[in-house]
């Protein structure tokens, strides 16, 4: 399985400021995805980041407000731009195995006040 | 569509078996998954099982697939206060390097 490691684990930060998660993956991957957990609720895709492309969002997600960088195989980085309390999430990465196989991180718990 | 439906508790005494249900719409399914998240951590996969499949166990845990009726279960045997957790309900389409499409996970309580 792959060993998936994201920092910061948690962090409260001030609304209209931009927090930065990065994902780190202990073997080379071609795709890494993105996904959001607001507060009860189930797991949302962000995006997709591919390694030498722009990343692919889903609707209702847009660049200017998460700007995705995948610079190598083994590492990404999500920002969340211009923070409000309603981005107060989880947000997790994740990334393919064998066949089938998906894994995630610990995810990166964010409260904005 | 590519909803995935879950009930959302479940509640069962240590040692009895519980049975988590879920069903789905998309029949392009490729891949089916369980994932446990416990309290402030993220998700764990716990088992997978691919559509061409009807069943699969892997010690306590027993998966079965209707894919008649786009219905998945996740039977824990044995059920132990550690189990205490929500479990997701998830579908792929691809090979394992596409994303997933979650439901909106099945809260376990187990009671001692």
């Known amino acids: 399985s792959a060993v998936i490691s994201q920092k910061p684990s948690r962090d409260i930060c001030q609304r209209g400021t931009s927090l930065t998660i990065q994902c780190q993956v202990d073997?080379?991957?071609?795709?890494m995805f993105w996904y959001r957990q607001q507060p009860g609720q189930s797991l949302t895709l962000i995006a997709t980041a591919n390694q030498g492309s722009e990343a692919t969002y889903e609707s209702g997600f847009v660049i200017d407000k998460f700007p995705i960088s995948r610079p190598n195989l083994t590492f990404s980085t999500l920002t969340v731009s211009n923070m409000s309390p309603e981005d107060s999430s989880i947000y997790l990465c994740?990334?393919?195995?064998?066949?089938?196989?998906?894994?995630f991180g610990e995810g990166s718990r964010l409260t904005v006040l | 569509g590519e909803d995935v439906e879950q009930s959302l508790f479940l509640s069962v005494r240590e040692g009895d078996s519980s049975v988590i249900n879920c069903t789905y719409t998309?029949?392009?399914?490729?891949?089916l998954y369980w994932y446990k998240q416990e309290p402030g951590a993220g998700l764990q996969l716990l088992t997978y099982i691919f559509s061409n499949m009807d069943m699969k166990q892997d010690q306590r845990l027993t998966v079965l697939l209707n894919k008649k009726d786009k219905h998945l279960s996740l039977r824990i045997a044995d059920t132990q206060t550690g189990d205490s957790a929500i479990y997701f309900c998830?579908?792929?389409?691809?090979?394992?390097?596409?994303?997933?499409?979650f439901g909106k996970g099945t809260r376990l309580s187990v009671i001692a």
């Open positions: 994740s990334v393919g195995g064998g066949p089938g196989e998906l894994f």
């Open positions: 073997s080379q991957v071609t795709m």
């Open positions: 998309d029949s392009s399914s490729t891949y």
């Open positions: 998830a579908e792929s389409r691809g090979s394992g390097n596409t994303p997933l499409v």
